[in-house]
């Protein structure tokens, strides 16, 4: 299940990482999402090639983005796309991925 958690967050990372350089945030409000994407990244590189700390970080930046998307949600979907879906989608995708770290049962070998 981490592996799965960990594609969806390199799949995340770049969604924010694309969606910052199209939209042209340079500004202050910009450094949580930065700072989310990076974290994602790591920790979805962690936990893909096993190192130690991996599922505590993918944990913590899949957190971390849930906290994002439910407190700030300014995305910028195209007007066909209803509020709701617009505003639920990132934060289903986020607590879905949260869940599947936590869900997580690792085989000591």
Not at 40 to 65: E, I, K, M, P, V
Request: hydrophobic fraction near 60%; charged fraction near 10%; include cysteine.
């Amino acid at each position: 299940m981490a592996k799965i958690s960990a594609w969806m967050a390199l799949a995340a990372a770049a969604a924010i990482v694309i969606s910052l350089v199209l939209s042209g945030a340079a500004d202050f409000a910009a450094v949580g999402p930065i700072a989310d994407a990076a974290m994602l990244a790591l920790g979805a590189q962690r936990t893909l090639t096993a190192q130690s700390g991996g599922l505590r970080l993918l944990c913590g930046a899949w957190g971390f983005a849930l906290g994002l998307a439910w407190f700030a949600p300014a995305y910028n979907f195209p007007d066909f796309v209803p509020g709701p879906i617009a505003v639920g989608a990132p934060v289903l995708v986020s607590a879905i991925g949260l869940a599947l770290v936590v869900l997580h049962k690792e085989k000591k070998s």
